[in-house]
């Protein structure tokens, strides 16, 4: 059974930082591309970052200079630090694995308020 399971979200101020984890289990995950999406109120699910199996980055226009992806094979995690948060930030942030199909994990929510 593959599963997909993030934490570390929660409420921060403008400026602030959090970092999220995502551990997969279930998947040779070492083969996989795996990404954080997020999704607002109202909006559509969108791209924060991606990393490949190499290690090849790619990261929304939003995310670039404040976000930073990483993973690691050896603890089947991905990781998304996120820095100088903004109030837009707010979001259901999503984990995907990818490979020969898309998986999700069930999402954090990241609040950033005054």
């Known amino acids: 059974q593959v599963q997909l399971v993030e934490s570390g979200g929660g409420l921060v101020q403008p400026g602030g930082s959090l970092r999220l984890s995502c551990v997969a289990s279930?998947?040779?995950?070492?083969?996989?591309?795996m990404g954080w999406y997020r999704q607002a109120p109202g909006k559509q699910r969108e791209l924060v970052a991606t990393?490949?199996?190499?290690?090849?980055?790619n990261y929304a226009d939003s995310a670039k200079g404040r976000f930073t992806i990483s993973r690691d094979n050896a603890k089947n995690m991905v990781y998304l630090q996120m820095n100088s948060l903004k109030l837009e930030d707010t979001a259901v942030y999503y984990c995907?694995?990818?490979?020969?199909?898309?998986?999700w994990g069930q999402g954090t929510q990241v609040t950033v308020s005054s």
């Open positions: 995907q694995g990818t490979w020969s199909r898309e998986y």
């Open positions: 279930g998947i040779r995950f070492n083969i996989y591309r």
């Open positions: 990393i490949t199996s190499g290690g090849t980055l």
